[in-house]
């Protein structure tokens, strides 16, 4: 079973950037869907973006434009890079890895965004 580990999360200033990453513990990091998910408190978890094996990208409507989603295969990293970050960006953010029907979750890791 894949494990997930997030990682870059802090506090940033609106309008600034930040990348996250996650590193993904399996033999066939190439098989699954990855993604990440958020959720801000009182609210629903969301998706934020989602990559497949051969780079075809899928984002919520909050992030267009904003956030890039990204895969390294060869090194089992998924990353998501986030520009012009504005409060309401404020979650915390979970990596996900997806092989219909399963999907396994990281811990997560909090984004902040206030000045």
């Known amino acids: 079973q894949v494990q997930l580990a997030e990682s870059g999360g802090g506090l940033a200033q609106p309008g600034t950037s930040l990348r996250l990453s996650c590193a993904a513990s399996t033999n066939i990091f190439n098989d699954y869907v990855m993604g990440w998910y958020r959720q801000a408190p009182g609210k629903q978890r969301e998706l934020v973006a989602t990559?497949?094996?051969?780079?075809?990208?899928n984002y919520g409507e909050p992030v267009k434009g904003r956030f890039t989603i990204s895969r390294d295969n060869a090194k089992n990293m998924v990353y998501l890079q986030m520009s012009s970050l504005k409060p309401e960006d404020t979650a915390v953010y979970f990596c996900?890895?997806?092989?219909?029907?399963?999907?396994?979750w990281g811990r997560g890791t909090q984004v902040t965004v206030s000045s």
């Open positions: 996900t890895a997806q092989i219909f029907p399963f999907t396994t």
């Open positions: 990559i497949s094996s051969g780079g075809t990208t």
